[in-house]
């Protein structure tokens, strides 16, 4: 299945990188990384396509977003299945994730129609003055394996519309995702006709490489997703040389879950928010604070859900938990929950699963941890299925604790009490990017601005007026007198 699979993307296996699937550490092609040399060819043609594309109309660069998103729509079953092949995420994850990005597609085409600017009082007679909102440059987007396609769509789907052109450095354990969907694009541009070449293009390699890209000043923009010590060495590396970067790191998102919560909902919605992807988003619900006139019905409701989840081969359609993306990531919880069990913590779950039959394959017990308190490993994100649960007795006490972590992507409340609901959504109620109201934490729509505060990095990408982000404002002031009045009333007699 992989060799058609990778046939109908037009993928040659040649190079000397193995790219493995985590489902059970077969090797599923091989590819080459670039060098630093073809990684500053393709950035100077990058500067090349970005010349000739921001002067193309913005409707018209819709189109061939549109033209993109047909390509999507047409090989949604071949790409999902590749995610799942590379990714390791159950097929219905994989179909969503390109769904996504055929959402996002569908964005940026009316949005290239709306790339409006503002047009602003003058103090001065016979003048006017207005904002207009203009191409930045190349982008670059650096992407993790989590969301090996979505998450470069949001960004290059605005961007291409906005008349930059796009630099992709996926992770390097997911090149072939983002081979595939390069061949696709290429289809797009090919039915367009007229883009210039390299408006698009990928560069494979490890960390070196996004070095490269942070350090080029040719480059304005460098939108980057992973973790929150990631973002720490990139973000000075950008800022050092004035370029922007977009950030989008570390979540520790919560749930609080409130007496009057419709309990069977919120069952759902922690388990799907909890295991999905093996717990393995940004989004992923990793602390919950239960009421205590309903935790001791809550909790073993969703141990019993838990001990029942189908975990396995994510190509098998029954499949619910999939596997981890690798070895390390399982260590990584190892040690987080023997950190959480010296720290009080009482474990269900946790451990490796169907070792028998994939011994390559890091597949998972996804884990209920009860807590006496929200410790220091509960404080920290750790990229697995371990959901750290804690008793509250007092709305303003869970909220707090929600608050008091060091990152602030998601979050959301489960209760029918309007007050609670509005507290969590007012001022000085979530501190998080994203905040919901009987909602689980994660599966955002493309419509809003998707991001967060504190450890994650600040930076907006996908819907509401995250496009500005990719575009250069410009203060335009024109003089339609006969007279040269200056700003702020001041005579200067020449
Ligand atoms: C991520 O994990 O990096 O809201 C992105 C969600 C998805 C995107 C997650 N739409 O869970």
Not at 179 to 199: D, E, I, M, W
Not at 223 to 235: C, D
Request: with cysteine; glycine share 10%; proline share 5%.
């Amino acid at each position: 299945m992989t060799n058609d699979i990778l046939a109908h993307f037009g993928i040659k296996s040649s190079g000397d990188v193995i790219a493995r699937s985590p489902i059970d550490g077969a090797e599923l092609a091989r590819v080459s990384y670039d060098s630093a040399a073809s990684v500053e060819k393709k950035i100077a043609a990058s500067a090349e396509a970005f010349k000739a594309w921001r002067d193309v109309p913005a409707p018209r660069r819709g189109e061939l977003v549109r033209l993109f998103g047909e390509e999507l729509r047409a090989n949604k079953e071949q790409l999902g299945k590749l995610v799942t092949l590379e990714a390791g995420k159950i097929v219905q994850e994989g179909l969503g994730e390109v769904q996504e990005m055929i959402d996002i597609c569908d964005f940026a085409v009316g949005l290239s129609r709306q790339l409006y600017g503002l047009t602003i009082a003058s103090e001065r007679p016979g003048h006017r003055m207005m904002e207009t909102w203009h191409p930045a440059g190349p982008v670059a987007v650096i992407s993790a394996f989590n969301f090996p396609v979505a998450v470069w769509a949001w960004n290059a789907a605005l961007a291409i519309v906005c008349g930059d052109s796009v630099i992709w450095k996926p992770s390097e354990k997911t090149p072939l995702t983002a081979l595939a969907t390069q061949a696709l694009f290429a289809r797009a541009v090919k039915k367009f006709g007229s883009a210039p070449a390299n408006l698009s293009q990928v560069v494979l390699g490890l960390r070196d490489v996004g070095e490269l890209l942070a350090k080029d000043a040719r480059i304005p923009v460098v939108s980057a997703t992973g973790s929150t010590r990631m973002g720490r060495e990139l973000a000075p590396v950008v800022a050092a040389r004035f370029g922007k970067s977009i950030l989008e790191l570390g979540g520790n998102n919560a749930m609080i879950v409130a007496p009057s919560a419709k309990l069977d909902l919120a069952q759902r919605a922690i388990t799907f928010a909890a295991v999905g992807t093996a717990g393995q988003r940004c989004t992923t619900l990793r602390r919950l604070f239960v009421h205590e006139s309903v935790y001791d019905k809550l909790v073993p409701a969703l141990k019993k859900i838990y001990a029942g989840l189908p975990i396995g081969n994510p190509l098998d359609a029954k499949t619910l938990v999939g596997p981890l993306i690798d070895e390390a990531a399982f260590e990584g919880m190892e040690r987080a929950l023997a950190s959480a069990r010296d720290e009080g913590g009482k474990i269900a779950g946790g451990g490796r699963a169907l070792e028998d039959k994939f011994a390559n394959g890091y597949y998972v017990h996804p884990a209920i941890v009860e807590m006496p308190e929200q410790s220091k490993t509960v404080c920290h994100e750790t990229f697995a299925p371990i959901l750290y649960v804690m008793k509250y007795s007092n709305f303003e006490d869970a909220l707090a604790k929600h608050n008091a972590v060091p990152q602030g992507l998601s979050s959301c409340v489960f209760t029918a009490d309007m007050q609670e609901a509005e507290r969590f959504i007012a001022a000085s109620g979530s501190d998080c990017g994203i905040a919901n109201v009987n909602i689980g934490p994660s599966g955002a729509e493309i419509g809003g601005a998707f991001g967060g505060e504190k450890e994650t990095g600040g930076g907006r990408e996908s819907g509401s007026d995250a496009w500005k982000a990719y575009m250069r404002r410009q203060t335009a002031t024109i003089n339609y007198s006969d007279a040269l009045p200056l700003a702020q009333g001041i005579e200067f007699a020449v």
